[in-house]
């Protein structure tokens, strides 16, 4: 699934939003929305693969997809 605005993509998660996906969460500003169990490194990895199966199921029953900003052509 696509979702295409002028600035932004959303998408559907791929392998190469692993790193940016971990460091945003790794952040202690976006921890303050998880308990401490939560937000740990193994547990964001597992939801992290989670949302890379929910995007390879067909059909696809849920959905969580990332803000990319799309680059200045």
């Keep these: 699934m696509e ?3 002028k600035r932004f993509l959303l ?3 791929i392998e190469l939003d692993r790193s940016p996906f971990l460091d945003y969460q790794a952040d202690s500003r976006s921890q303050i929305f998880y308990e ?3 937000a740990s ?3 964001l990895t597992r939801l992290f693969e989670k949302f890379c199966t929910w995007a390879c ?3 696809q029953l849920n959905y969580q ?3 990319v900003q799309r680059r200045e052509s």
């Design 41 to 43: 490194g193994e547990n």
């Design 57 to 59: 199921e067909h059909p």
């Design 36 to 38: 401490p169990s939560q």
């Design 11 to 13: 998408r559907d998660f």
């Design 65 to 67: 997809l990332p803000i």
């Design 3 to 5: 979702i295409v605005t």
